[in-house]
Nanobody
């Protein structure tokens, strides 16, 4: 069974930074696409950033130039570096991995941007 565990969320002031981490318990982590999504209560879950096994990462327009997705295949971990945070970045953040066509999700970590 694939398990994902996120960490690194919290409260930060506008303009600040956070780094989210997501550790995956899966063999051959390096070959799977991974992504970060965010969701507010009652709203749909939206893609923030995604990274395939060897392609160019893609980002939502709202975070381009501020967020960076990175993966450490030796540690089975994917990161989301978030800089210049804005109040509208406040959401629950979820990591995901696609294994043989199935999507697996972490439990989520809350990011709150407020002064």
């Amino acid at each position: 069974q694939v398990q994902l565990v996120e960490s690194g969320g919290g409260l930060v002031r506008p303009g600040g930074s956070l780094r989210l981490s997501c550790a995956a318990s899966v063999n051959m982590f390096s070959i799977y696409a991974v992504g970060w999504y965010r969701q507010a209560p009652g709203k749909q879950r939206d893609l923030v950033a995604a990274a395939t096994s060897g392609g160019t990462p893609k980002y939502a327009d709202s975070v381009k130039g501020r967020f960076t997705i990175a993966r450490d295949n030796a540690k089975n971990t994917v990161y989301l570096q978030m800089n210049t945070l804005k109040p509208e970045d406040t959401d629950g953040y979820y990591c995901s991995i696609k294994v043989f066509g199935l999507d697996y999700w972490g439990q989520g970590t809350q990011v709150t941007v407020s002064s």
